[in-house]
């Protein structure tokens, strides 16, 4: 009786064993995340720009980027994950201050750019010679041009003054504030500075050359 009374305790607690759930695996933990953009709202000039906006988030977390407006296009960062960074090419702006729309990671940033520089455009004016000045130049001649941006990125000025015989010279122009000036060859060189009205359509100021000097005015057409 003793040996068939061990024998049932054993077979009772291999069956107790063998009923015993066994333990689940831990599943693995989904990244919790949440997106901080280094900026929601970036104002540029009007001249052709690169603005960079920077993604920070958890590893692994998936985020994507697109914008509303052709002249402003992401470069890079259309999509990541984790931390990254959002690279967007503004386009020189030729008209009134515009907005673009930048949808980040499901967040929003508002890019400002401002309006073009009245500046860049066609100007006319009249260059008045002072004492000293060759017999050869008018006393008062007018001139018409435009104030554009090269290919590189530089001012210049386009530039006829058809009583001295200048028609369409190319000219590098200075800017510095509303300040403006370049320098152009006759029977000497002369040197032309001018300070732009508030609203920068419009100026005046002085030339020199050799032993001539004078005044000259422009105004934006």
């Known amino acids: 009786m003793c040996r068939i009374a061990v024998l049932l305790g054993v077979v009772a607690l291999s069956a107790a064993c063998s009923d015993s759930p066994s333990s689940p695996s831990p599943s693995p933990q989904t990244p919790s995340c ?121 001012s210049e000025l386009v530039i006829s003054v058809p009583a001295a015989g200048v028609s369409n010279q190319v000219l590098p122009l200075t800017l510095n504030g509303n300040n403006i000036s370049f320098s152009i060859l006759l029977d000497a060189i002369y040197s032309f500075n001018a300070t732009l009205a508030a609203d920068r359509r419009s100026f005046t100021g002085t030339f020199s050359g050799g032993s001539c000097s004078g005044t000259w005015s422009g105004a934006r057409q």
């Open 34 to 154: 949440t997106y901080t953009l280094s900026t929601t709202s970036v104002t540029v000039v009007s001249t052709a720009a690169t603005v960079s906006i920077g993604v920070t988030t958890a590893a692994g977390c998936a985020w994507t980027a697109s914008s509303n407006a052709a002249f402003a296009s992401i470069t890079s960062g259309s999509s990541g994950s984790g931390n990254g960074t959002v690279n967007v090419a503004v386009a020189e702006n030729a008209g009134d201050t515009r907005t673009a729309t930048l949808s980040i990671a499901g967040q929003t940033a508002t890019l400002t750019q401002a309006a073009s520089d009245p500046l860049f455009g066609n100007w006319s004016g009249t260059i008045t010679k002072g004492a000293g000045c060759p017999a050869s130049l008018p006393a008062s001649a007018s001139w018409n041009g435009t104030v554009r941006r090269n290919s590189f990125g530089q």
